[in-house]
């Protein structure tokens, strides 16, 4: 079923490229020598971040898992996820990240126990694959979180699974739900007349401007992402926006994660998935809101909560070892005021104005001046 | 101590005039008996015992007799028993024998100082005077000093107003057992009592005492008529204590004045030299000088201003310390062996049939182990807290019914399993079985077994003085896995080889014990607590003059220079034992890596295999080669710890 997303030289890279590794490794112990694994560094302290290339880029800061007693289980259990991507290339097929998961359990003491290690396990192959240009779908895993919602004056063209007979499907005909984002984006291709994509952090505030067809009124596509957007979601509307020419707004709450976490991540990418963020990323996106500012200017103080100690070591953190804040005063300001008034505000606060107040007040009216969106 | 109670009393009678008359330090006592330890039928008859064996234990090592001391106590009625207390030692001379036994205050002990075990001569004859008082009986007393001479016995009562013995009977003894033996003695005495099992019963107190003398041999026959054994450990007696004088620095001035006014016939330059220690002419006419008194003036007709002055200008020379040869530790090697056997051997044999005695290593200590087991477990019956709970399940539900002592007091070896049924009568050979046991080391003594989860070893400081008087500590630690890991540290406090039993809150040894910083030896200990875990203490002082914080003679004074004697050997103890716990959890961690290493060599090679398309045998290679290369990373990672462990 995986025919058409690899091609068949990717595919013999791929299964070169495990061999190699393999057969390092087997000399060195041929030779009595510990054997290695080099990866990237996937953290924020090996991105850097450039304004004209518009995400954060991997440096060249390498972990390297030497065999000892303590790494000897990560060892075994990271060239077992190997061998397990080499047959799933043969075989031509994939496996999610549960899949590999629950097949580790074949590998008698080397199983892993709970799924958070085999996905960092399977996360450091990939980035050590991705210095060699092999992706994460060539290696043929792909997640199994879904990309979130997508809502609006859009047609995805796809192609059925089985026949692979063109598909249309029309985002404005989900009635009440909405179109789903898949975990593997490349195929897609877009139909739109919509002015903007809207990228909107809570299922609440999707729902509610969804409900009222919100992108009928504004002409947009709302795109629901869920906290931090995934991988495929920020591949999703990075394809869309840049095939159809239209910019991105984010909409989150006012919060240290919201803005440091979700935009930043929506944004430029994250640490965490450095060797890839070149692609799953939206460098063109701005921040419509909501803003430090509009607790004020909307006069939602009523309706905001203490910043707790997580949320203020988060802005601190931002402003201190985030390369992207760094990079941009405006947004350094608009940190430090969140700093300084010690509240935050979701999206729902506009709520206090009337259910309906954020569709025919809030957005129109931001929506008028989106020069004065934080980069 | 009785001195001055004494005159208080005669003091408090001043007003009722007419009436005023000595009062016999007896019958003193026999109003009150509680300040003898004679308050409670159970307490009673734990203090006969007591001062029974230590009086057995001094007159042995003063003959320099390797003691066997055996306890007999029976039951007549409910609340009336017999205890008899017997000894191999070198029997008493008839004109004293009466006068041992039936007058307070009579005794070898208070006027010198030496280290022993009594002080003052007041205990064995009250014990005596309250089984008259308490049943009416004399007290039965069978003395012999010579092979071929009769043994004497006699029945006699002290006339408590005249403090003076009482002779019912006397009489010879030409057969029997005695006639057998070279010399020894028994005394029985019937009293009012109750015969108590835990930690201040009779059988914990004979445990306590076998630990600290590893030298002696115990036998106690039970009211069950059950024999418990705690064997001799060691072949030799301890040093013999020297009588010493007192040193200048240790003397109060009222005592000064006494022993000047009682110095006939000498001047003062001959009685600072005679009366003191390290005080010598040349010292002795630099102190003459500074008080501005001539050295050839009489003594006693000194002024009493120049007598102070002397005193003053005594205390303010600096004077060589005491001379040490007054004391008798009981060394490191044998307060190991007593802890190897009182506290890890006997159990290890519980739990192994005839297992060998780890550590002790000769073949000897092995076919010993196998004699030893009923032995062994007698001792370790014997210290239980709920002591002979083998016999009677409930004892276990009695020890939580003691709660008016601190648990820092508890005599305590509690093993978790229940004791197996235990053959008293068999011999055993308990000498051999821990000799040449302790490992020496940079000048450590200790018997340690990582696999067997046990840890003992002992510091013996140099002697030191307080006020004075020359003393010495010692401590002993004992680590088993097989103790109570839960419970607080059992801390058994011992001043010249006698047990204390009570006030361990107050004493000077507990406070010690837990000003240690155990957390960094790694055991646990919540503030100003004893700390948690599978250990007993053993803490010894030696020293001509005890400083008991009362006549109770149940806790050690908080003198500085005691305390922090304490506190060297204790935490040295500890720092040892941070040592051996390290070097068990590395050796823990090790067995651990090692499994770990096996584990996942497999997965690695099958790995390789299944991508590389290896043979069987060059996947094998591969496995070897795997083995070889991180066994090379496991002794790297072994290193630092290695480090550490030398500091």
Redesign the interface.
């Known amino acids: 079923m995986a025919k058409g997303r690899v091609s068949a030289s990717d595919d013999k890279a791929t299964v070169q490229a495990i061999v190699r590794s393999m057969t390092e490794i087997y000399d060195d112990v041929t030779k009595k020598r510990a054997p290695k694994l080099t990866m990237p560094l996937r953290a924020l302290s090996n991105v850097k971040y450039d304004k004209k290339l518009g995400y954060f880029e991997l440096q060249k800061g390498r972990k390297k898992r030497t065999l000892s007693v303590n790494t000897v289980r990560t060892f075994a259990q990271t060239l077992k996820m190997m061998s397990l991507s080499r047959d799933l290339v043969t075989s031509d097929d994939f496996a999610t990240k549960r899949d590999a998961y629950y097949q580790s359990k074949n590998w008698g003491d080397a199983r892993f126990n709970e799924q958070p290690e085999s996905d960092a396990v399977m996360d450091d192959i990939e980035a050590m694959f991705a210095l060699q240009g092999v992706t994460r779908e060539n290696l043929r895993f792909v997640p199994d979180q879904h990309g979130g919602t997508v809502a609006g004056a859009l047609t995805v063209i796809d192609f059925d699974l089985e026949s692979g007979e063109r598909i249309e499907i029309d985002c404005t005909r989900f009635g009440s739900g909405a179109y789903a984002v898949p975990s593997w984006v490349e195929h897609l291709e877009f139909k739109t007349k919509a002015k903007f994509i809207l990228c909107i952090e809570t299922q609440g505030m999707f729902q509610r401007l969804q409900s009222h067809k919100y992108w009928q009124k504004a002409n947009c596509i709302l795109v629901s992402m869920g906290g931090v957007p995934t991988r495929a979601c920020r591949r999703f509307v990075r394809r869309l926006a840049e095939s159809m020419g239209i910019p991105v707004y984010a909409f989150t709450d006012c919060d240290p994660y919201g803005i440091g976490n979700i935009y930043r991540t929506l944004k430029v990418g994250s640490g965490n998935a450095a060797h890839i963020n070149q692609f799953f990323c939206v460098p063109n996106a701005t921040f419509l809101g909501l803003m430090p500012q509009d607790i004020d200017d909307y006069g939602l103080a009523k309706a905001t909560h203490p910043l707790d100690e997580q949320d203020k070591k988060r802005a601190y953190d931002a402003l201190k070892n985030d390369p992207f804040f760094q990079a941009y005063v405006p947004w350094q300001e608009a940190l430090k005021k969140l700093l300084k008034m010690e509240v935050r505000a979701e999206q729902q606060a506009l709520s206090l104005h009337g259910l309906n107040f954020v569709m025919e007040e809030y957005l129109p009216e931001k929506l008028k001046n989106t020069k004065k969106f934080l980069p | 101590m009785a001195a001055r109670t004494k005159k208080d009393d005669a003091g408090s009678a001043a007003p009722s005039k007419g009436q005023i008359r000595e009062i016999a330090v007896s019958e003193f006592f026999a109003k009150n008996r509680h300040l003898l330890g004679f308050d409670n039928p159970a307490k009673s008859l734990l203090t006969a015992v007591r001062e029974g064996v230590d009086n057995s234990l001094d007159a042995c090592e003063e003959a320099r007799i390797l003691p066997s001391v055996k306890v007999i106590i029976e039951q007549q009625t409910e609340n009336r028993f017999n205890v008899a207390i017997e000894d191999n030692g070198p029997g008493i001379p008839k004109q004293h024998l009466a006068n041992i036994f039936g007058k307070l205050l009579y005794g070898s002990k208070f006027h010198r100082l030496k280290q022993s075990r009594g002080q003052q001569g007041i205990g064995i004859s009250a014990a005596v005077m309250y089984g008259q008082m308490t049943t009416g009986k004399p007290a039965d007393v069978i003395t012999k000093m010579e092979k071929n001479r009769a043994a004497l016995t006699l029945k006699l009562q002290i006339d408590t107003k005249k403090n003076a013995p009482k002779i019912l009977a006397e009489g010879e003894l030409t057969k029997g057992e005695w006639a057998e033996r070279t010399s020894g003695t028994r005394i029985a005495i019937t009293m009012e009592g109750a015969y108590k099992e835990g930690r201040h019963g009779v059988l914990a107190y004979m445990a306590q005492t076998a630990l600290a003398n590893p030298h002696a041999d115990f036998t106690v026959i039970d009211p069950k008529k059950q024999v418990h054994r705690f064997p001799r450990l060691v072949g030799m007696l301890p040093v013999e204590a020297k009588e010493i004088k007192p040193h200048p620095h240790g003397v109060e001035l009222g005592t000064f004045i006494q022993l000047m006014s009682d110095a006939k016939g000498q001047t003062v330059l001959q009685f600072l030299t005679h009366a003191f220690s390290r005080v010598n002419d040349q010292l002795a006419k630099e102190v003459c000088a500074k008080a501005n008194v001539k050295p050839g003036s009489r003594a006693p007709d000194l002024d009493r201003g120049y007598m102070e002055s002397l005193y003053n200008a005594l205390q303010a020379t600096k004077i060589m310390a005491p001379p040490t040869n007054c004391l008798s530790p009981m060394g490191e090697e044998n307060i190991i062996k007593s802890l190897y056997w009182l506290c890890v051997q006997a159990q290890q044999w519980d739990e192994e049939e005839g297992g060998e005695a780890e550590g002790a290593g000769a073949a000897s200590a092995e076919a010993a182990a196998k004699g030893a087991k009923g032995v062994a477990q007698a001792a370790a019956l014997a210290a239980a807290a709920g002591a002979a709970k083998k016999a009677e399940p409930p004892a276990k539900g009695k020890k939580g019914k003691k709660g008016k002592e601190s648990p820092q007091a508890e005599f305590r070896f509690d093993v978790a399993a229940d004791e197996p049924a235990h053959k008293p009568e068999e011999k055993v050979d308990a000498l051999s079985a821990v000799r040449g046991l302790a490992t020496h080391e940079d000048g450590e003594s200790f018997i340690a077994s990582e696999e067997k989860g046990y840890f003992v070893t002992a510091v013996s400081r140099p002697p030191n003085v307080y006020r004075g008087n020359p003393f010495q500590i010692e401590v002993g630690l004992c680590y088993a896995t097989r103790l109570k890991a839960d419970a607080l540290i059992s801390v058994q406090r011992f001043a010249n080889r006698v047990p204390l039993q009570y006030q361990a809150s107050a004493c000077a040894m507990t406070k010690a014990t837990i000003s240690a910083p155990w957390k960094s030896y790694g055991l646990q200990q919540s503030k100003g607590a004893l700390p948690t875990g599978p250990v007993v203490l053993m803490v010894h002082m030696a020293s001509v003059w005890v400083p008991y914080t009362s006549e109770a003679k149940e806790a050690v004074a908080h003198y500085d220079e005691i305390l922090k004697e304490l506190r060297l050997a204790i935490m040295e103890c500890g720092r040892r034992l941070d040592r051996f716990l390290r070097r068990k959890r590395r050796e823990a961690d090790e067995a651990k890596?090692r499994s770990?290493?096996e584990?996942?060599?497999?997965?690695?090679g099958?790995?390789?295999r299944?991508?590389?398309s290896?043979t069987q045998g060059e996947k094998q290679?591969?496995l070897e080669?795997?083995k070889?290369?991180?066994e090379?990373?496991?002794d790297k990672?072994a290193a630092p710890d290695e480090r550490g462990r030398r500091e």
Do not use: W
């Open positions: 890596k770990y290493i584990k996942y060599l497999e997965p690695i099958e790995a390789l299944e991508v590389l290896l290679k591969t080669n795997l070889i290369i991180l090379r990373t496991r990672s």
